[in-house]
Structures are given as C-alpha cells and as structure tokens.
C-alpha cells in the first residue's frame, strides 16, 4: 500500500495494490511446478547432510525485493492444510496456496557456474524480473 500525507488536511491518501492474479489452470495432467534433476540432486544432498527424512523443500514468495515479490527457499518438516506437495524423485516440495497462485507453471532449477550456486525459478507469470532473479512482479 502507497500512502502519502497531504499537505494541510488531517486524513491521508491511500492506494491499494491490485489483488493478486487469478489461479491459473494447467492443462490437464500438467504438473503444477517443474522440478529439474538438478534440484532433485542438489535438494538430495542438502536433505541427506540433515539426516532428517521427513524434511521437504519448501518454496514461496514473499512481498518485497526490487521488483515487489521474491522467492524463497527453507526446508520443513510437516506440510500445512493448504501445502500443494509434489514428489519428484527422492524429494518433495511444499507450496503454500498463496505462493502457488504465483508460481504455478514454473519451472525451478539448480543453477552452478562462475557466477555460483543458487535456485532459479523460471516463472510464465512473472511480467518483469530483477538483475539477479530473486525477485518479480506479475
């Protein structure tokens, strides 16, 4: 929410951001996320230094960034009520049904290079993206 004090009036000025897009549909046995082997291998690593079998990938998106939303990453242990989990080889990840609406049809992938190491989401609903790809706006 923007807000801005006018000058010599005792009320503010508010505007709204706009509500978040729709839930999109997939055709038809479309997976919802999608999981690269590389994650799969570099999420298996990270889960096998933890020796906890019941953690999962969890992904999500947050307000704030430069571009208005950023991804986030963290592992959990039990999903939620409204957890979609998808199941792509030895790992599963957790999307919350905010975080979904924004995600969904993406593809997420496990990038490492010069640059470094990091997670990569390659998101259709993003309309623009910051330099470094943590953050989005829709």
């Known amino acids: 929410m923007a807000c801005q004090s006018q000058p ?10 706009a509500a978040p897009p729709p839930m999109r549909t997939l055709a038809e046995g479309a997976p919802a996320l999608n999981i690269s082997d590389a ?6 690593e990270l889960l096998a230094e933890e020796n906890d079998p019941n953690l999962r990938l969890r ?3 947050t307000g704030g960034g430069c571009s208005g939303f950023q ?3 963290s592992f959990d242990d039990a999903p939620k009520e409204d957890d979609l989990e998808v199941v792509r080889g030895d790992i599963k ?6 975080s979904l609406q924004y995600l969904m049809g993406a593809e997420i992938d496990y990038e490492d ?3 470094g190491s990091r997670f990569v989401i390659r998101n259709p609903n993003a309309t623009s993206t910051c330099g470094c790809g943590s953050s989005f706006n829709v």
């Not at 994650?39 to 298996?44: D, E, F, M, T």
């Open 113 to 115: 290079s010069l640059e």
């Open 93 to 98: 990840v957790l999307v919350d049904a905010m």
């Open 59 to 61: 992904i999500f998106v």
């Open 71 to 73: 991804y986030g990453f």
């Open 8 to 17: 010599n009036a005792s009320a503010s000025s508010c505007s709204t951001s």
């Open 39 to 44: 994650v799969v291998s570099k999420v298996g």
